[in-house]
């Protein structure tokens, strides 16, 4: 397993993969704020997002598409829930988008949604290709008792079915003191005379910093860090992830005019925080909107049609210590999921570190790290996730083999450095993953893959590879995390 990020001296760039090249030609969306084709290895599937009417028992989604050509066999696709029971019952219940997936019924040709209705009400329209093409039509109902935690006005559902906005950005850094909430359904005010002075703006309220005492983590103590009857053999030199082994691992995705691409790895902290690396997405030209980043969870490999969860991002927050020049000191990005997520076999929280175990790790301790990015054959990305082991080593070592960097400290007293000995390890993709240590049989995030070595274009694992410490950085954590 070779994977990981960045590169040292004259090669000091992020080794983010271009879009791939698309044998197939993706139609215009016209309704982007419900329906987009995802990718992967040229298999595309449709995607829709919505919200149900909470005054109907029964929601009736109708969908049209139009083909050019003609259908080969009686097949004209499917339209099926994209979660599973549980987890569309608690999104019924709190108001939030309900997920489908739609299945195309030729491969290599995909057709252009010309239709979008819920209930009779018409949110979507395109006009249709030309002759010789084929209408495609799909429905479902989607039947519940689930009662709402709310009650949905019906003329704002429209509206309400858009995608969260961006929050305000501050240069590099969302100010989370000055973040709008996400509000799932807004309700319009009643009108009010205008005040005579100008109102005060509010602040949200800080959340809890989650403590041995605290709420949230008492909550998350007790599932953290705990794998499922799939456990992880702690082998050496690379080993594939079977799914439910480190079911806190998360892939991120940006989304692009072909669809979804890979870029980086993150690791689920809360039900609604994964934790990546802040050079993932602010780095010399490049600043990644949390509207354009997808999060895919409860899955060992990037096939995204495959079981498991694909969620949006409402807030990305990036540690105000974080500099692209010393960036290994706090590379450290936050990402609140749109919709919390359930629990369970295949999607859990890893723990976070606390006082109880070791601040200063000797040279030796045996730590792990696993990513989807590049491989020794060359492959840009690896379709099953890999794990290894990687051995601490102390600043001093990682100084002495580190080749210059040209004036760039990027070993601090706030990042850890480890290596391999069979020269196995993170590369280019595995930007933002975790490095975990396991004690008594409960997995820790220690560190955020930060940086690495590249010699002639390769990675070169021989080197140390460093990693933010986020150990150095727990305060900060427990203030900023949504549980």
């Not at 994209?82 to 057709?111: A, C, H, M």
């Not at 100010?175 to 509010?202: D, E, F, H, L, M």
């Given at each position: 397993?070779?994977?990981?990020?960045?590169?040292?001296?004259?090669?000091?760039?992020?080794?983010?993969?271009?879009?791939?090249?698309?044998?197939?030609?993706?139609?215009?969306?016209?309704?982007?704020?419900?329906?987009?084709?995802?990718?992967?290895?040229?298999?595309?599937?449709?995607?829709?997002?919505?919200?149900?009417?909470?005054?109907?028992?029964?929601?009736?989604?109708?969908?049209?598409?139009?083909?050019?050509?003609?259908?080969?066999?009686?097949?004209?696709?499917?339209?099926?829930?994209?979660?599973?029971?549980?987890?569309?019952?608690?999104?019924?219940?709190?108001?939030?988008?309900?997920?489908?997936?739609?299945?195309?019924?030729?491969?290599?040709?995909?057709?252009?949604?010309?239709?979008?209705?819920?209930?009779?009400?018409?949110?979507?329209?395109?006009?249709?290709y030309p002759p010789s093409s084929v209408t495609l039509t799909l429905s479902h109902s989607l039947r519940s008792t689930t009662v709402p935690l709310f009650t949905q006005n019906p003329q704002i559902l429209q509206e309400t079915n858009r995608r969260p906005q961006?929050?305000?950005?501050?240069?590099?850094?969302?100010?989370?003191?000055?973040?709008?909430?996400?509000?799932?359904?807004?309700?319009?005010?009643?009108?009010?005379?205008?005040?005579?002075?100008?109102?005060?703006?509010?602040?949200?309220?800080?959340?809890?910093?989650?403590?041995?005492g605290g709420q949230g983590l008492g909550q998350l103590s007790t599932i953290c860090g705990r794998e499922g009857p799939v456990t992880s053999p702690l082998l050496h030199f690379g080993s594939q992830v079977r799914r439910g082994q480190l079911p806190w691992m998360?892939?991120?995705?940006?989304?692009?005019?072909?669809?979804?691409?890979?870029?980086?790895?993150?690791?689920?902290?809360?039900?609604?925080?994964?934790?990546?690396?802040?050079?993932?997405?602010?780095?010399?030209?490049?600043?990644?909107?949390?509207?354009?980043?997808?999060?895919?969870?409860?899955?060992?490999?990037?096939?995204?049609?495959?079981?498991?969860?694909?969620?949006?991002?409402?807030?990305?927050?990036?540690?105000?210590?974080?500099?692209?020049?010393?960036?290994?000191?706090?590379?450290?990005?936050?990402?609140?999921?749109?919709?919390?997520?359930?629990?369970?076999?295949?999607?859990?929280?890893?723990?976070?570190?606390?006082?109880?175990?070791?601040?200063?790790?000797?040279?030796?301790?045996?730590?792990?790290?696993?990513?989807?990015?590049?491989?020794?054959?060359?492959?840009?990305?690896?379709?099953?996730?890999?794990?290894?082991?990687?051995?601490?080593?102390?600043?001093?070592?990682?100084?002495?083999?580190?080749?210059?960097?040209?004036?760039?400290?990027?070993?601090?007293?706030?990042?850890?450095?480890?290596?391999?000995?069979?020269?196995?390890?993170?590369?280019?993709?595995?930007?933002?993953?975790?490095?975990?240590?396991?004690?008594?049989?409960?997995?820790?995030?220690?560190?955020?893959?930060?940086?690495?070595?590249?010699?002639?274009?390769?990675?070169?694992?021989?080197?140390?590879?460093?990693?933010?410490?986020?150990?150095?950085?727990?305060?900060?954590?427990?203030?900023?995390?949504?549980?």
């Open positions: 397993m070779k994977h990981f990020l960045l590169v040292f001296g004259i090669f000091l760039k992020l080794l983010l993969l271009p879009w791939p090249s698309s044998a197939q030609q993706v139609p215009p969306v016209a309704c982007p704020e419900y329906f987009e084709y995802l990718a992967y290895n040229q298999e595309y599937v449709g995607r829709i997002s919505i919200r149900h009417d909470a005054q109907y028992q029964e929601n009736t989604l109708r969908l049209e598409f139009s083909q050019p050509g003609f259908l080969s066999s009686n097949y004209g696709g499917s339209l099926t829930l994209w979660d599973g029971e549980e987890v569309t019952k608690s999104n019924l219940r709190y108001g939030r988008p309900i997920q489908y997936r739609v299945d195309f019924p030729t491969p290599g040709v995909l057709p252009k949604l010309t239709l979008l209705m819920l209930n009779d009400v018409v949110l979507c329209r395109a006009s249709p961006r929050p305000i950005w501050e240069g590099n850094v969302v100010q989370p003191q000055k973040a709008i909430p996400q509000v799932s359904n807004p309700v319009p005010a009643p009108p009010r005379q205008a005040p005579t002075q100008p109102a005060p703006r509010p602040r949200p309220r800080p959340q809890p910093a989650p403590s041995s998360a892939a991120l995705y940006e989304r692009g005019p072909d669809g979804l691409r890979f870029f980086c790895g993150g690791t689920l902290i809360s039900a609604s925080t994964v934790l990546s690396a802040a050079h993932c997405f602010v780095y010399a030209e490049r600043n990644l909107p949390p509207s354009r980043v997808g999060v895919s969870l409860g899955r060992n490999t990037l096939d995204l049609v495959s079981d498991g969860l694909l969620g949006e991002v409402s807030v990305l927050m990036v540690h105000e210590e974080y500099s692209p020049r010393n960036y290994s000191n706090a590379d450290i990005a936050l990402l609140k999921l749109s919709s919390p997520v359930s629990f369970g076999e295949y999607i859990k929280p890893i723990c976070l570190w606390n006082e109880n175990f070791l601040l200063q790790l000797p040279s030796g301790y045996k730590s792990y790290v696993a990513g989807w990015g590049s491989d020794e054959h060359g492959n840009p990305n690896t379709r099953v996730a890999k794990m290894t082991d990687t051995d601490i080593i102390t600043e001093a070592e990682c100084l002495r083999n580190l080749r210059s960097t040209e004036g760039i400290r990027l070993v601090t007293p706030n990042t850890l450095c480890a290596s391999n000995k069979q020269a196995a390890g993170p590369c280019s993709g595995d930007s933002g993953g975790g490095l975990m240590l396991q004690e008594n049989n409960v997995w820790l995030l220690r560190g955020v893959v930060s940086a690495g070595q590249v010699f002639t274009n390769r990675c070169d694992l021989t080197q140390p590879v460093i990693y933010t410490d986020l150990a150095r950085h727990i305060s900060w954590l427990r203030q900023h995390i949504w549980i």
